[in-house]
């Protein structure tokens, strides 16, 4: 099965690298595997996309997406791509159900996965108090308590965030001090609104009617356990990339993320483009990797006119 571009992901940046190479004429074939849509599937509303008044539910959008993707051209099959020949032109894929795939351009957004606890209760109130987002899900908890978990940058600046908008944010760190820098440290712990707990963890996630009331916190030092009440928790201790097909063979950064040009989605190999949250670790935000799919069929397109 043979195309001019092949798009890995089926996520916001898939679906609008798809819709824009399809309206250029190229026939793109998006590949995808058991679970399509990418992270947002597992979030409930959506109130920051562009374009809808009205919360919209995350599962619909994509499927908007993906329908107008077809719509307008594009062949969606569904398998799970086990490795990349990116050594050769056309590039060779092989897939989990035997099939063979080969492409003049390959568009990889096969985005990120945020690490959870594996704690009790965790699923079960993903979308009704627990999040990793503080940008996609913070507005819904204006005026609240609610709790961070982690120790790094990214929880302090989640923990700052909320904290604009939040009566009270609590943050829990397994240590007696924190990883994030010492600049970050110092907004924290000079805001008034914030207040840490030291040396526990998260043991499970407490509930009632669908809805998550509070966390049961271990201990690191003495084992003994608590309940304290929270209308939400975040989980900021980090995102893994989905970088394992090209770990090898494209340039990464120190923590897998697909390194590319500045201003561009090219990356170290030529007709090879990356978009959304396999390259993007600072904004994760379902329109940014919508825009960052654009630019990679915008850029895919001209590497296919260049070579002709």
Request: aromatic share 6%.
């Amino acid at each position: 099965m043979h195309s001019k571009v092949m798009i890995l992901g089926s996520g916001p940046a898939g679906n609008t690298a798809a819709i824009y190479a399809a309206r250029a004429g190229l026939d793109p074939l998006l590949v995808h595997g058991e679970q399509p849509g990418g992270q947002l599937t597992i979030t409930t509303d959506v109130d920051n996309y562009p374009g809808f008044a009205d919360t919209v539910q995350g599962p619909w959008l994509m499927e908007q997406m993906e329908a107008q993707a077809r719509e307008v051209g594009t062949q969606i099959v569904t398998d799970t791509i086990v490795s990349l020949d990116l050594s050769i032109h056309p590039f060779v894929a092989e897939g989990e159900l035997g099939d063979t795939y080969t492409a003049d351009t390959l568009i990889l957004c096969t985005g990120a996965q945020a690490k959870w606890l594996g704690i009790a209760g965790e699923t079960e109130y993903l979308g009704s108090g627990v999040s990793a987002c503080a940008t996609c899900d913070g507005p819904f908890f204006k005026g609240k308590h609610v709790a961070v978990v982690g120790g790094g940058n990214t929880a302090v600046e989640e923990a700052l965030f909320l904290s604009k908008l939040c009566k009270q944010v609590t943050l829990i760190h397994r240590r007696d001090e924190l990883r994030a820098e010492k600049m970050l440290q110092e907004r924290l712990l000079g805001t008034k609104n914030i207040d840490v707990i030291w040396s526990h963890v998260p043991q499970e996630v407490v509930g009632e009617n669908g809805r998550m009331t509070g966390l049961t916190l271990r201990s690191t030092q003495h084992d003994d356990t608590q309940f304290a009440s929270f209308d939400g928790v975040f989980v900021a201790i980090g995102h893994s990339p989905n970088t394992g097909l090209v770990s090898d063979v494209l340039d990464l950064d120190a923590e897998g993320y697909v390194l590319t040009e500045p201003d561009s989605t090219r990356t170290s190999i030529a007709g090879v483009f990356a978009a959304g949250d396999v390259k993007d670790k600072i904004f994760r935000q379902a329109v940014t990797a919508a825009g960052s799919g654009c630019m990679a069929a915008l850029e895919a397109e001209k590497f296919i006119s260049e070579s002709e």
